[in-house]
């Protein structure tokens, strides 16, 4: 079983940042994929940012040139700084990890709790 923690949410007013953390533990021999999700009320959850094994990263275009994801590979832990934050980045931040039990295994999917943010005009 994997545990995926998320931290660092919080009320900020427009314009400023925020640092969210996301740390996997528990029994898994890789993570192929670590990335942050966003859901409001009523709408359906979307990928924000995703970084991969291989150091590929992908990111929603509402968040290029705003928000950059890192790996710590060696903690398991991703990142997700968020800067000029805005109104319509408000929602609940889920972490997801795709992880492998053993090497040849295929990925499962393990979500977090979410973190809430919201962002004030």
């Known amino acids: 079983q994997v545990q995926v923690v998320e931290s660092g949410g919080g009320l900020v007013q427009a314009g400023e940042s925020l640092r969210l953390s996301c740390v996997a533990s528990?029994?898994?021999?890789?993570?192929?994929?670590m990335g942050w999700y966003r859901q409001v009320p009523g709408k359906t959850r979307e990928l924000v940012a995703q970084?991969?094994?291989?150091?590929?990263?992908y990111y929603a275009d509402s968040v290029k040139g705003r928000f950059t994801i890192t790996g710590d590979n060696p903690k398991n832990t991703v990142y997700l700084q968020m800067n000029s934050l805005k109104p319509e980045d408000t929602g609940t931040y889920y972490c997801?990890?795709?992880?492998?039990?053993?090497?040849?295994?295929?990925?499962?999917?393990?979500w977090g709790r979410g973190t809430q943010v919201t962002v004030s005009s």
């Open positions: 528990g029994s898994f021999a890789a993570i192929d994929a």
């Open positions: 997801k990890v795709d992880s492998k039990r053993t090497w040849y295994a295929r990925p499962s999917e393990y």
């Open positions: 970084i991969y094994k291989e150091d590929t990263i």
